[in-house]
């Protein structure tokens, strides 16, 4: 969100799990909107359970610098993490920082947030920023706003001609109480519009 993690990517019903190994060769193509493209696959967790790992993909007119401090910005999280009422971030700096962030979801889903330690490594013309839960003093959690357990995801940014490519990976597993026919319509037009409003930010700034 890069969270949403950025999480204005968190799904309405999902809860998050471990992401998966880093081959991305079973992925499966599942919706397009110009050239922002999502994808997801299906792997076991354990011999009860498997997962769903989503994948986004984008190009960017930009710099791999300026996604980065967009994605570690708390005035403009609200602004392109769609759904997100709190995005607050603390302890950090260009490298590391904590993100806060609470959603504010539509019936019959309860708000939720969640605490991301969030890890900037670049390397030549590429940045990863991985991310994961933690727990923080400032954020303990309360009553009638569901706390998403166990987040790991990742943004990586490569220079690509006159922008970047963008990647977005998070990992999901099934609600046990909404049916998939009517979370997954949700989960993936979240996702889009969240890139989308990401890119936008990130075009307009360039333009200006």
Not at 176 to 192: A, E, G, H, V
């Amino acid at each position: 969100m890069l969270l949403s993690a950025s999480i204005g990517l968190t799904a309405q019903g999902y809860s998050f799990a471990v992401t998966s190994p880093s081959d991305t060769a079973d992925f499966v193509h599942v919706k397009s909107s110009g050239d922002i493209n999502l994808y997801e696959r299906w792997y076991h967790l354990n011999d009860f359970q498997k997962a769903r790992e989503i994948k986004a993909t984008l190009m960017v007119r930009t710099e791999p610098h300026v996604a980065a401090a967009l994605i570690r910005d708390e005035s403009r999280g609200r602004k392109w993490n769609l759904n997100v009422k709190t995005y607050r971030i603390v302890s950090g700096d260009e490298s590391s920082w904590v993100c806060y962030m609470e959603y504010n979801l539509p019936w019959p889903v309860n708000n939720q947030d969640c605490v991301l330690q969030y890890t900037l490594r670049s390397c030549g013309d590429s940045f990863e920023i991985s991310f994961k839960n933690i727990d923080h003093p400032l954020f303990p959690v309360q009553n009638r706003i569901e706390r998403i357990p166990d987040i790991r995801g990742k943004w990586v940014l490569r220079r690509n001609g006159g922008g970047i490519s963008v990647e977005y990976y998070i990992t999901t597993t099934p609600s046990s109480t909404l049916p998939s026919w009517l979370t997954d319509p949700i989960i993936r037009n979240n996702l889009m519009e969240t890139m989308a409003s990401f890119r936008k930010i990130l075009e307009g700034a360039v333009d200006q």
